[in-house]
């Protein structure tokens, strides 16, 4: 999606969040304010998360721990690991090095972002933002896009391996039994 959007010159919007552990050093190496070739998945490319080079404005790098204030984190400390802001063809992306969902406005405001300016925001998430967003997004501004992800609904589009066929819910199955396999692991 960011690619598209950059390579459409759309402008003014949040990324959040790239889980990208050596990037967000990088970003900190370069440091506020440096200009640098980010490689966006260098280390982590797959089916689900293809390389991408761009230019990039490193504006800030913290620990991300942040305590919520909206959605289903709302009173609880949420663990970011490291993490950096870029300014990418004009849009802001926020990396962060521990594995979590875009869950609230508070995410992101924690960097200094005023989230209600923002254009556009887009959330790598499978729907549990939106109660962190309630405040901010009415429902009928929010649009679903299921692109390659792990968090796609599509089951069907994943390029699975090593899975014995038909399984729902990929496949349409009359009924079901569970496999041999399946039976000996619970044993």
Not at 173 to 183: F, I, Q, Y
Request: net charge neutral.
């Amino acid at each position: 999606i960011l690619e598209a959007f950059l390579d459409s010159g759309i402008q003014g919007g949040i990324f959040a969040p790239f889980v990208d552990p050596v990037l967000v050093q990088k970003a900190a190496d370069v440091g506020v304010g440096g200009v640098f070739q980010a490689c966006f998945n260098e280390k982590t490319e797959s089916v689900f998360s293809r390389r991408l080079t761009v230019q990039a404005k490193v504006l800030a790098v913290q620990k991300g721990d942040y305590h919520a204030q909206y959605g289903v984190y709302a009173g609880s400390r949420v663990p970011l690991g490291m993490c950096s802001v870029l300014e990418v063809g004009g849009n802001r992306v926020v990396l962060i090095s521990a594995c979590q969902q875009l869950l609230g406005e508070d995410f992101i405001s924690q960097f200094g972002i005023d989230v209600a300016k923002a254009s556009f925001i887009v959330a790598k998430s499978r729907g549990h933002f939106r109660a962190g967003f309630s405040h901010l997004v009415p429902s009928e501004r929010i649009f679903e896009v299921d692109s390659p992800g792990l968090t796609t609904a599509t089951l069907a589009s994943v390029p699975w391996k090593d899975v014995s066929r038909p399984i729902a819910p990929l496949d349409a199955v009359e009924s079901w039994e569970p496999s041999v396999l399946a039976v000996s692991r619970r044993q």
